[in-house]
């Protein structure tokens, strides 16, 4: 059992960064693959970026490539995503996610259906 608390979400003006972190109990953080996945109103939740359990595998949305960053501490069952160069269009909730990948494959790690614990989300709102 992983519980998530995702935190630091907030009002930025477009072109400002923020850090979300999300932090998980249990001691077999370390061997699942995390997530962020995005929910903006009347639209279905989308993948954002994933790590792998060692941290050594990253993948990205299309969109969020070169912009944001995925990583994890393992020795504090924390996981962050840093965001840059924000938009308009990255204003949602933003709900951090645990799992266990079966493959080291961009595609299992964006599927929201591979992910079986789940923070409560915070709040990313970006002013043009």
């Known amino acids: 059992q992983v519980q998530l608390v995702d935190a630091g979400g907030g009002l930025v003006q477009a072109g400002g960064s923020l850090r979300l972190s999300c932090a998980a109990s249990?001691?077999?953080?370390?061997?699942?693959?995390m997530g962020w996945f995005r929910q903006a109103p009347g639209k279905e939740r989308e993948f954002v970026a994933a790590i792998n359990w060692s941290g050594e595998s990253t993948y990205y949305a299309d969109s969020v490539k070169g912009r944001f960053t995925i990583s994890r501490d393992n020795a504090k069952n924390t996981v962050y995503l840093r965001m840059n160069s924000l938009k308009p269009e990255d204003a949602a909730v933003y709900f951090c996610a645990a799992g266990i990948m079966p493959y080291n494959s961009g595609s299992y790690y964006a599927d929201r259906l591979r992910y079986n614990y789940w923070g409560q989300g915070t709040q990313v709102t970006v002013s043009s």
């Open positions: 249990g001691r077999t953080f370390s061997s699942y693959a």
